[in-house]
């Protein structure tokens, strides 16, 4: 249970999600139903594109319950559905979304097949199954399980099924938030970007994502004279750009904490072993700080990388032939800033820091995604998932800044309340090639049905009428 939370809350909320037990779902029938509709948007080949064959079934499944759902398309085929249970609007909207494109796949290094679905040792297995067609398919059944539950709504559930997430947000995100803002506004959004983390087969925590770095990025560019390769100088430009980039690359960026990770550094101290936990706990230190954060660097590079804005040096150019000492040299730098980053001030503290006149810092024109403040963490919606993490998984909620951006961006920018929630995962997966935009990308059939059933849970408890 939250320390922060009260007690009487906590019972008014435990009550809330108990309040409609007499409309509890058949849960073995929906788990049925949940595994033919996954396994049929796993089966439908979206890699980057074709979003609006997914979009079609699901408006079929849809229609066939009468839930009203509109497909909009920016670009021919890259559709995105919109459907809507109305409430009596008393409270503001609920939106309930996953992404219906998933990465490209190289197909010879699948085992099942990527567009197979096959199930294997309680694993389904496909492109997708993690990211992102598990929100989709679990969103979809919580419309689905909400109509025909007749459930009296206080406030409207809105369901996209969404395009373009995986690098054209301009026909998905984008386009909605610019062109079809009306249809979608809502007070509260859940996503993808969570999970329930498992460690040798025991669930550990829920991660909850609340905020997330934003993607900046600049070019360093040396300068020096030109010569002969013969007659080396103390001047040249690949000289100064590599002592630049080791600078940049080695510097700790000032840290800086926001609600969301102090609080993630803060519970997950109490949720550690005690050497981690002395670790976590010695960030808020000053006197202990620095030390915990080189070692973060060199052996935890997420949990470092959450603490301040990120600078990743990922591509290097110089030069065109052996014997030509080349009059520039440039470096593509990936900076990942905290959400609330001055970026003109934070440029002028890498030149500061690389303290060369031969070298320039070049801000780069980077998809600049609005900033927006942390979604909360004291409030109802928080408290609500908090409280069904407890009853479906028994597990404590941490809330999370994603490093990677997520199309949350695009409507926290616009004020709504964004929430990132997913099943169940071994930790361990990931590192053993199971991993979202992996070749063997799988999700445990049980975490998805469970999943299904935290949906709903939140969802009533957001939008039932009290
Ligand atoms: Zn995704």
Redesign the pocket.
Known sequence: MHPHMHRALFVCLVSALAAHAQSTPDWPKVNAETLKHYQTVVRTDTTNGNETKVAQYVKSVLDAEGIPAVIYEKEPGRGNLVARLKGNGSKRPILIMG?SDTVKVDAAKWTHPPFSADIADGFIYGRGTL??KDNLTASLMTMLLLKRSGMVLDRDVIFVSESG??GQSSVGAGFLVAEHWPEIEAEICLA?GGAIVRRGGKVEYALIQTTEKIPRGAQLVAHGPAGHGSRPLRTSAILHLSRAVEKIAMWDPPMRFNDTTRYYFEKLAQLSTPEEATRYKALFDPAKSAAAREYLAEHEPGLYSMLHTSISPNMISGGYQTNVIPSEARATLDVRALPDENMPAFYDLMRKVIDDPAVEVVPTARISRNTAAPSRIDNEAYRIIEAANQKVYHTPTLPQMSTGA?DMAYLRAKGMQCYGIGPMVDEEDAAKGFG?HSDQERLLGDALYKFVQFNWEVVTALAAHQ
């Open positions: 992404h990211d992102d997430e995986e993808e997520t979202a």
